[in-house]
Structures are given as C-alpha cells and as structure tokens.
C-alpha cells in the first residue's frame, strides 16, 4: 500500500490476520518479491509461518478499487482458489515439529533446504515453472491459483564458489551479485504467474556502551 501506482498492478493479496500489519502493508501482495527484515528472535520466522498457514487456508483477497479512491479487499470463496505453499527452511527453524503446528493444525506445505544461493534460486525458477503448468488449468475450471514461496532466510546460503574454496578463503562480494540478478530475472515472472515470495533476512546492529549523548544510546 505505498503508492497508488503499486496498488494498481496488484490484484490479489494474501492477508495475514494481524490487523494493523494488514491495515498499514495491505497483506501479502501476490505478484510480488517482499522481504521481513529485523534483529535475530524478533519474530521473522513466526510472521513466515503465520503467512504460510494463512495460504494453506486461503485467506486471499480481491483487491477492489473503489469510486472515492479508496481500496477495499473482497476475500475469495475457498472453494474458488487454491494456494501451493513453498517453503524454504535454510534457517532450520523448523527443526522441532511443533513449528509446524500453527493454531492446532499441521502446515501442508512443500519443505526444502539448500547449501548454496545458486540451488535457492533454481528451485524457485521449477516452483514458478510448476505454477504457470497450474494456470493452464484455471482456465479450465475457473478456479483461482497462487502460489507463497518462503525463503527463511537468503543471507544463511553461500555461493557454491565459496563453499569449493579453501577454508579462511573469503567469497563475500559474489553472493549479493547473485541475489540481485536472480531477483531481476524472477520480477516479470512472479507477476504473471500469481506468485508471492517473501524473504526474510536478519539485521545486525552492535550497540555500544559509554557513549550516549542526552539519555539516548547510540549505535
């Protein structure tokens, strides 16, 4: 919901349940690459979760624009949409089975894991390529079809160049090169296809003592 020009190229999202995250984000667009970004333990895992059982169960809206300029969401019958849910597990957070039990229910979603940023990528390109198979089908039968792709989380991959090096050899300018290509090669295809991706990354702040200035800390 940042821009009326982003507004008007979504069609469809997924809401979260959390009211003042969908209020202010509008939800989880599909046709769209998003990442939760935040310290380590703030809950970035748990949103992901959340969102995935969210799709399982089709909570996905029609965008409505409306005379007076203002947006609406119009949720779809669950008997006229399917949602596929991916879910990339590189953080092991999910490692104890009751991560995978969201409100007394078990997640029906597709697990993976990889070593390197390369077959990250690459499986969301067969993931993709398996979803445009799928809307061959919605014509068919009218039935919706979207597809949630996790990644929890991309900064804990490696290239596989680095993993090849020897031990203490640094590799680090290679993998934000592939990440931003890869990125830029999916956009066009997860807006045609009804794909949502979202991206979670942690972000690192090293607080330091003794230097506070008028009661606030620095960092």
Not at 8 to 17: A, D, F, I, N, P
Not at 170 to 180: A, E, G, T
């Amino acid at each position: 919901r940042t821009t009326e020009l982003v507004l008007s190229e979504v069609k469809y999202v997924l809401t979260t349940g959390i009211e003042a995250f969908d209020d202010i984000a509008g939800g989880v667009p599909f046709g769209r690459m998003g990442e939760l970004y935040g310290l380590e333990s703030c809950g970035k895992t748990a949103m992901a979760i959340r969102c995935a059982a969210r799709a399982m169960k089709k909570h996905v809206c029609e965008v409505i624009h409306n005379p007076d300029d203002s947006i609406s969401y119009k949720p779809l019958p669950p008997d006229k949409c399917k949602v596929v849910v991916v879910y990339i597990d590189n953080e092991q957070s999910l490692d104890d089975d009751m991560k995978l039990v969201v409100d007394g229910e078990k997640l029906d979603v597709v697990g993976c894991r990889f070593d390197t940023t390369d077959d990250v990528f690459k499986a969301i390109d067969g993931a993709i390529n398996f979803q445009e198979k799928r809307l061959e089908q919605e014509e068919e039968d009218g039935i919706k079809r979207f597809m949630l792709i996790v990644v929890d989380t991309i900064a804990s991959t490696s290239t596989k160049q680095e993993l090849d090096q020897k031990w203490g050899t640094q590799d680090f300018p290679r993998q934000p090169q592939q990440i931003s290509k890869a990125l830029r090669q999916l956009v066009r295809r997860v807006n045609r296809f009804g794909v949502a991706i979202l991206f979670t990354n942690q972000v690192r702040i090293k607080f330091q003592q003794g230097q506070a200035q008028g009661g606030k800390q620095t960092f």
